[in-house]
């Protein structure tokens, strides 16, 4: 059975960044197209960013452009989010999510994935 663990989430002040990564336990993983979503507390769970299984193109939401990257090592089995320029409304539950041989732009809607993680938490204070 495959495993994605996320690690790297934390508390920190607005302005700040963080980088999460996600340890995937999956076979083939240069096969899977990763992506991260988020939940905040009272709200539906969301998109955030998302890389094809080539690691050719990237996706993400507007919210987050120009402020977080994602990016893959395969040879490492993790994806990683680098997030800067924190702010109070990025805080939430951030969770690794894999699908099979799909685009980056097919990674934005959370229906569909082969695995999820457990979520790791940021917290961002003003």
């Not at 924190?86 to 980056?104: G, N």
Request: overall charge positive; charged content about 20%; proline content about 2%.
């Amino acid at each position: 059975q495959a495993r994605l663990v996320e690690s790297g989430g934390g508390l920190v002040q607005a302005g700040d960044s963080l980088r999460l990564s996600c340890a995937a336990s999956v076979r083939t993983f240069s096969s899977y197209a990763m992506g991260w979503f988020r939940q905040a507390p009272g709200k539906e769970r969301e998109f955030v960013a998302a890389i094809s299984w080539t690691g050719g193109s990237t996706y993400a939401a507007d919210s987050v452009k120009g402020r977080f990257t994602i990016s893959r090592d395969n040879a490492k089995n993790t994806v990683f989010l680098q997030m800067n320029s924190l702010k109070p409304e990025d805080t939430a539950v951030y969770y690794c999510a894999a699908r099979y041989h799909v685009t980056a732009q097919a990674m934005g809607v959370r229906e569909g994935m082969d695995y999820w993680g457990k979520g790791t938490l940021v917290t961002v204070s003003s």
